[in-house]
């Protein structure tokens, strides 16, 4: 079996751990844990989707209209 890791691949799983670190900090109180979970999606792409869409629609943990972190 010969697997090959294509470069748009690695791009996917970089992006999902970043985007799924990101929506984790402000959705969930675990975003290493969502961040693990949406790289390795990443492999997979249509679970990538599912994975982004189900992180795009839970509701948030905190205010996110202040602008403390920018500070």
Same mark, same amino acid.
């Given at each position: $079996?010969?697997?090959?890791?294509?470069?748009?691949?690695? @791009?996917? &799983?970089?992006? $999902? +751990?970043? @985007? %799924?670190?990101?929506? %984790?900090?402000?959705?969930?109180?675990?975003?290493? #844990?969502?961040? %693990? =979970? +949406?790289?390795? &999606? %990443?492999?997979?792409? =249509?679970? +990538?989707?599912?994975?982004? =869409?189900?992180?795009?629609?839970?509701?948030? &943990?905190?205010? &996110?209209?202040?602008?403390?972190?920018? #500070?």
């Amino acid at each position: $079996m010969n697997i090959s890791l294509d470069p748009g691949l690695i @791009f996917l &799983t970089i992006v $999902m +751990a970043v @985007f %799924g670190y990101h929506m %984790g900090k402000r959705k969930t109180q675990f975003p290493i #844990l969502i961040s %693990g =979970i +949406a790289f390795f &999606t %990443g492999f997979i792409p =249509i679970l +990538a989707l599912i994975c982004v =869409i189900v992180l795009v629609l839970v509701k948030d &943990t905190r205010d &996110t209209t202040s602008n403390e972190d920018w #500070l």
